[in-house]
């Protein structure tokens, strides 16, 4: 497609239930990024995937959050157990390739809110 | 610890005044640095970026940033805002292009109104 897609736009979810977010990179873009964005906050780098090798999770903030790009194309971040500080827009961006120099594409995002 | 300061959280311009948004950088060794904007209900867009050669980069819409290495700093200036400039910008850093050094940290954003 001509952009980053991802779904859904809106979630809510009750406490303790699991979600899915789903991120459609650019086709052919080999690297593929998630980032959390609180409230009032710059986005917070959770994952990266290069092909469907996930070459870093440092920023995944516990074990409830699982990320897997199987094929290299389309991502999924799970959440596990869902809290009420897991809510904030979820960020995924995809580049070209294994360097920033064009940068990175951006969805729309994900806005998470856990009641 | 790696971080990114932006000094202006809120800045308020009338059209046609100057601006320039403050970003500086702790982070180890060498570094890119962007700043990104995002226009209200619009996602993330890359507004320029720095990597090497020339410290005075030039973006979109006639923004420019320059990277001081001395002062850790890469602020963004316009010489003259429209009202359509009205966005959240962001300053950000990584390390390069190594597999582990790819992550953006980020600023907190400095939300700019440009009244008419």
């Known amino acids: 497609g001509a952009g980053v897609s991802q779904s859904p736009r809106y979630k809510v979810a009750k406490r303790g239930q699991d979600v899915a977010l789903r991120c459609d990179p650019i086709?052919?873009?080999?690297?593929l990024f998630w980032y959390q964005q609180a409230l009032g906050q710059g986005p917070e780098f959770l994952t990266y995937f290069q092909n469907e090798a996930q070459l870093d999770k440092s920023g995944l903030p516990s074990d409830r959050f699982f990320a897997e790009r199987p094929e290299g194309s389309v991502s999924t971040l799970k959440i596990q157990r869902t809290q009420q500080e897991d809510s904030a827009v979820y960020l995924c961006?995809?580049?070209?390739?294994?360097?920033?120099?064009?940068?990175?594409?951006f969805g729309s995002g994900t806005r998470l809110t856990v009641v | 610890a790696q971080s990114v300061s932006q000094h202006n959280h809120h800045v308020i311009l009338s059209e046609a005044a100057s601006l320039e948004l403050g970003c500086n950088y702790s982070y180890g060794g060498t570094v890119n640095l962007f700043w990104y904007v995002q226009y209200p209900g619009q996602h993330l867009q890359l507004l320029l970026k720095y990597f090497s050669g020339d410290p005075l980069v030039k973006g979109i819409k006639g923004f420019e940033a320059e990277f001081i290495k001395s002062k850790f700093s890469f602020n963004l200036r316009r010489p003259s805002v429209q009202w359509s400039d009205t966005a959240e910008y962001f300053c950000?850093?990584?390390?390069?292009?190594?597999?582990?050094?790819?992550?953006?940290?980020w600023g907190l954003g400095t939300s700019l109104a440009v009244n008419p």
């Open positions: 961006a995809s580049s070209s390739g294994t360097w920033d120099y064009y940068g990175y594409t």
């Open positions: 086709s052919g873009h080999v690297s």
């Open positions: 950000a850093v990584n390390g390069g292009n190594a597999g582990n050094n790819r992550k953006l940290i």
